[in-house]
């Protein structure tokens, strides 16, 4: 079945550029770029036992997103990646598990050029203006600490009780300063999304 596309009331994206981070200039600045749909639950307010339309959706957002996000960081290599559902109060969880888990992944990674480690992900419900926190780590390797991370998302006017806000993160390096040790980047096999 093809892709659903739903119903987008706006888009939103948003870029950190950090230059500065702790008490030291980065040597290289980092791009944070978190895309998100506020979209209409097509389920609000009923429970359904079959969610495949949920899960369509997914597999359009995991594309359209995901392109958005390359464009908005200029082509730039993404290193580290991540996804998110904020469910409105007439929603239940499982409509944001039904859009990010099923099929959003692999538009997702086919955007990028690949990633072969576990899309990170969260999920809560809540009012408008509700925060969740993006996790994030690195696409190819699950195990670089350097890539350890997370990106807040936040629409001050969603989700309404019948919408679901869905966010993609990326990013095009690691934290800022890291020192914590682990897996490298140079030492990464990429051979079981682990390391």
Do not use: W
């Not at 888009?11 to 979209?39: L, M, N, W």
């Not at 997914?58 to 908005?72: N, P, S």
């Not at 998302?153 to 993160?169: G, H, M, N, Q, T």
């Amino acid at each position: 079945m093809a892709a659903k596309m739903p119903e987008i009331r706006k888009i939103i994206t948003v870029i950190e550029d950090i230059r500065y981070e702790g008490f030291a200039t980065v040597a290289q600045p980092i791009h944070k770029c978190a895309v998100s749909a506020v979209i209409r639950n097509p389920f609000a307010g009923q429970y359904v036992e079959n969610l495949q339309e949920l899960s369509d959706i997914g597999e359009y957002l995991g594309g359209y997103l995901t392109g958005l996000a390359v464009k908005a960081l200029n082509g730039a290599p993404v290193h580290s990646y991540g996804k998110g559902a904020i469910v409105g109060m007439d929603g239940e969880l499982e409509h944001g598990g039904a859009i990010l888990h099923p099929q959003l992944g692999k538009p997702m990674r086919d955007a990028i050029g690949g990633g072969k480690a576990i899309i990170p992900s969260a999920k809560k419900a809540g009012p408008p203006g509700t925060a969740l926190d993006v996790p994030l780590h690195y696409k190819d390797a699950a195990f670089v600490r350097t890539h350890y991370d997370a990106m807040e998302v936040r629409i001050p006017d969603a989700p309404k009780a019948d919408e679901i806000v869905v966010s993609l993160v990326f990013t095009d390096g690691g934290r800022p300063h890291p020192r914590i040790g682990g897996l490298k980047l140079d030492e990464v096999k990429g051979e079981d999304g682990l390391r």
